[in-house]
């Protein structure tokens, strides 16, 4: 039984709000059926637009799909109840592209770290702290942390307070969207270090959204090419990027930029 | 010269919000012990002492009933606050509770939602009271739930709004998967995050409150007398106008004065919480 | 022969009021800027890049202050110069591309009014010769059918035709210099290849001379003349490209180099982990601002003076290990 398992999943969103006439359509996501095995990171990769964002949605239970099914873990996660959705929901967690908006600023990183905790777990106050700490120092920071505010830090330490949040159940699987995108160069890779580690630690499976093929090279191990609500390529091997061949999977293999000068 | 001119904006604002605030603390406090502080009995009839001016016994005279106009509006701040804020009170508990459910909700809860308020609000929000007033009868109680049903729907539509702005953050959504509770994410995610700004909402527009308390009691369809309050004062003293301006004017003068304040009060308010946003 | 500078950054310091005091976030930065060269600047969110561009314009947001220093462009002494003169400079001489286009546009007007009204502040044109600009610009750099983007209202186009479209506006005014402060850092790849050579198309049909800040050496190497990187509000290091990254001196800037992603690099081989400690600008006035995060930082590194060490001629560092 594969992890997650998505079949012809289709969303079409209506734009507009016409009283006349027919609304114009947008088809988000037409007919992706995909696989994602236990313990393997799967990097979706596609231009803006390319609907792998409603995708992730979708899986996470934000967007529920026109047509298809949607198989956690080999159950249905459409068609649940609330209570059984959320136990299914402890073994699936997200992290966000804007990492400042995905915490309240107005609670502490204690606060803020320990809220899946609280929703699944009864520990008393001091467990919880003991365990707020062990996660803060996991993802590389300071377990007096805890006490201080969003406001304090930056853009990369907030994106490992998203990754402690997420992994604090030990779930099974990770949608990463766009997780790396908006910082520095140089914290993407000590994220995405951050992230391999993790998934060698915790057996954590990841779905990788990104557009930009460096950081799906860097640590995915299968990969998809999507683009217009479609997976047009798939590729097994990431060492082979070579063996790309669908145009679009050419073109973003080709805007990479080279990582040396002179080449424009 | 930015730097200046922004510092000088910021005084101004600093200065009217202490005017204002010291303003409606003084009114809070004459209203909390109005018996202390007025001279004689506002309700105490004496002919014989109409329409005096003012002397050591009624620093601001009597009005038409021999009635010392000072203490009628010292107990008239008592009445307006008391029921402006019991009005708000109501009003914010209704529209604070189904603002937020619809916002949350969201799909045909807010759909229906939306259109009720849409019908209510087609109608011109105090011509709605008066004509409830005048079907449920004049009187404090009836006065205040024509209000109370007829204004909610304005806040409970912009609670609505700034739910659905801040429903989309990122961190409502973590909160979401993270399997946190429907009634936890509004407690501790949606309601801190809106609080500040109803806040603000209250102050700017309980000024109007009290004005349209007074205008329906002006009209005779709010407090009864003998109880003291400011609109009825001046519906009292109308037909010695001519002769005695004073009479309207204190009360005209008081409500003003409290409208300005609260207008002002919630003005600085927001520039406060705006600034403090930057 | 070398020719004359556009624009001379010399001494700059720029220092933000804190309720704890005066945070100087800008340091010393000395900066030439020729017609038809790129200048690259490098470094992290924090490090003081986007201060330096703003002081360039006089932009600097209302707690941050220039201490000390010189800016001049051409003849004019941009720090001194009446309201007036700078914002004839402004727009017209020097423009500024920002990182998120969107923001930039009035979400209620066509591109066309945008272009339009740009066009007639700065020139003395009419409606019909402006919109004839602004056709011919969009064509100029690669956006196909110029007429219909014209038409359309920002919302509609991608973020990255949007930086294209800010681009042709900012380029139809002629500027000699071009301040792109992240002009990719929103975009997707393929959107971020297009607006670098668009840029690379400026340098070298209207000999525009560029200042490129970026965090991303990626875009910085295909671009750059030159590069300065910045730590901390201070370059640590500055020269011509390929020096840079052949022999980079800062340990910074071999962090950078190391870090850099590419395709042929797969994941994990035990990576030295850098610090991850924000670096603290207001303590100690002479130690080096990347003590924190440097690996072989020692006692020497704590009295340190700041002062550039000529690695070679043209290659600045400072380090006190680089000697």
């Known amino acids: ?106 609670l502490t990183i204690g606060e803020i770290i320990a809220e899946p905790l609280r929703n699944y777990e009864r520990l008393t106050s001091s467990e919880e702290q003991k365990q707020v700490q062990g996660l803060l120092e996991l993802v590389g920071l300071n377990p007096e942390d805890m006490y201080r505010y969003p406001s304090q830090f930056s853009g990369g330490q907030l994106q490992r307070i998203n990754i402690a949040r997420a992994i604090a159940l030990k779930p099974k699987l990770i949608i990463l969207d766009e997780a790396v995108s908006a910082l520095d160069a140089l914290v993407q890779v000590q994220i995405l270090n951050l992230l391999a580690q993790l998934k060698e630690e915790f057996q954590l499976s990841y779905l990788f959204i990104s557009h930009d093929l460096q950081a799906v090279n ?12 479609e997976v047009v390529e798939w590729l097994d091997d990431m060492g082979q990027l070579e063996r790309l061949e669908h145009p679009v999977s050419k073109k973003l293999l080709s805007s990479v930029l080279p990582q040396y000068p002179g080449f424009l | 010269m930015r730097q200046i001119q922004n510092m000088k904006r910021k005084l101004l604002s600093h200065k009217l919000m202490m005017i204002s605030s010291s303003i409606i603390f003084f009114m809070i406090v004459l209203a909390l012990f109005a018996s202390f502080f007025a001279p004689n009995d506002p309700n105490l009839v004496d002919i014989a002492q109409k329409l005096h001016g003012p002397s050591s016994q009624f620093p601001l005279g009597t009005d038409h009933l021999g009635r010392c106009i000072l203490s009628r509006l010292i107990f008239g701040t008592q009445t307006s606050l008391g029921t402006a804020f019991l009005v708000m009170g109501l009003m ?65 539509r912009v609670i609505r709004g700034m739910v659905l702005s801040v429903k989309e953050q990122n961190f409502v959504l973590a909160a979401k998967i993270c399997g946190t509770p429907k009634l936890v994410i509004i407690i501790k995610h949606i309601l801190p995050a809106i609080i500040s700004q109803v806040v603000v909402l209250i102050f700017m527009d309980i000024g109007g409150i009290i004005l349209a308390i007074s205008s329906l009691s002006f009209l005779g369809l709010g407090i009864q007398p003998p109880e003291a309050e400011w609109g009825m004062m001046i519906n009292d003293s109308k037909p010695f106008f001519r002769n005695y301006p004073s009479l309207m004017l204190y009360p005209g003068m008081i409500i003003f004065i409290v409208v300005i304040a609260f207008n002002l009060f919630g003005e600085a308010l927001r520039d406060a919480l705006h600034i403090k946003k930057e | 022969m070398r020719q004359q500078p556009l624009l001379i950054v010399d001494n700059l310091n720029v220092a933000v009021s804190t309720p704890h005091g005066m945070n100087h976030t800008v340091h010393n930065v000395n900066l030439k800027l020729e017609a038809g060269k790129v200048l690259g600047l490098v470094g992290e969110s924090g490090s003081g890049k986007t201060m330096t561009c703003m002081s360039l314009l006089n932009l600097l947001p209302e707690k941050a202050e220039v201490m000390q220093g010189n800016i001049k462009f051409k003849d004019i002494d941009l720090l001194n110069c009446p309201t007036e003169d700078m914002r004839k400079v402004r727009g017209s001489e020097i423009a500024l591309i920002m990182q998120n286009p969107m ?44 007429e219909s983007v014209l ?26 210099v071009l301040i792109a402060d ?142």
């Open chain 1, 1 to 106: 039984m594969s992890l997650l398992e998505l079949r012809a999943i289709k969303k079409t969103y209506l734009l507009g709000n016409s009283i006349f006439g027919k609304r114009k359509t947008v088809e988000a996501v037409k007919s992706v059926t995909l696989t994602l095995e236990s313990g393997v990171c799967l990097g979706i990769v596609g231009e803006s637009g390319s609907g792998k964002s409603t995708l992730g949605k979708i899986i996470l239970g934000l967007e529920k799909p026109d047509q298809g099914e949607v198989l956690f873990q080999g159950k249905n996660l459409h068609s649940f109840k609330a209570k059984e959705l959320k136990e299914l929901r402890r073994n699936l967690q997200v992290v966000f592209q804007d990492c400042y908006s995905a915490v309240n600023p107005r």
């Open chain 1, 218 to 229: 860097y640590i995915a191990d299968r990969l998809a090419v999507m683009c217009k609500g």
């Open chain 2, 92 to 156: 914010m508990m209704i529209s604070i509770s189904l603002g937020i459910f619809a916002g949350y909700t969201g799909g045909k809860v807010d759909y229906i939602f939306m259109r009720i308020c849409d019908i209510l609000m087609a109608f011109p929000s105090f011509l709605l009271s008066l004509a409830l007033v005048g079907i449920l009868g004049p009187g404090l109680v009836n006065l205040i739930l024509a209000m109370v049903l007829v204004q909610w729907v304005f806040y409970a």
């Open chain 3, 182 to 323: 992240e002009p990719t850092t929103a975009l997707d790849a393929t959107n971020q290849l297009q607006v670098l050579k668009q840029l690379d198309k400026l340098r070298k049909e209207y000999n525009t001379g560029i200042l490129l800040v970026s965090h991303d050496l990626g875009v910085i190497a295909q671009l750059a003349d030159e590069v300065a990187v910045m730590y901390g509000g201070y370059i640590v290091e500055q020269a011509p490209v390929l020096e840079l990254f052949n022999h980079p001196k800062h340990p910074y800037t071999r962090v950078l180099l190391e870090s850099r992603l590419g395709l042929t690099r797969r994941k994990m081989k035990s990576e030295k982990q850098v610090n991850v400690s924000r670096p603290n600008l207001i303590h100690s006035e002479n130690a080096c601002p990347f003590i924190e995060r440097c690996g072989d930082a020692d006692h020497t590194c704590l009295s340190y003076n700041l002062e550039f060490i000529e690695y070679k001629k043209d290659h600045l560092v400072r380090c006190v290990k680089s000697r």
């Open chain 3, 103 to 146: 923001i930039a546009f009035n979400p209620v007007r066509t591109i066309e009014r945008h272009f339009i009204e740009t066009l007639r502040t700065h020139l003395t044109v009419t409606k019909r010769q402006a919109r004839k600009i602004a056709v011919d610009f969009l064509g100029e750099m690669d956006l196909p059918n110029p």
């Open chain 3, 151 to 176: 038409k359309q209202y920002p919302f509609q186009l991608s973020g990255g035709m949007l930086q294209r479209v800010m681009i042709a506006i900012t380029m139809s005014l002629n500027p000699s």
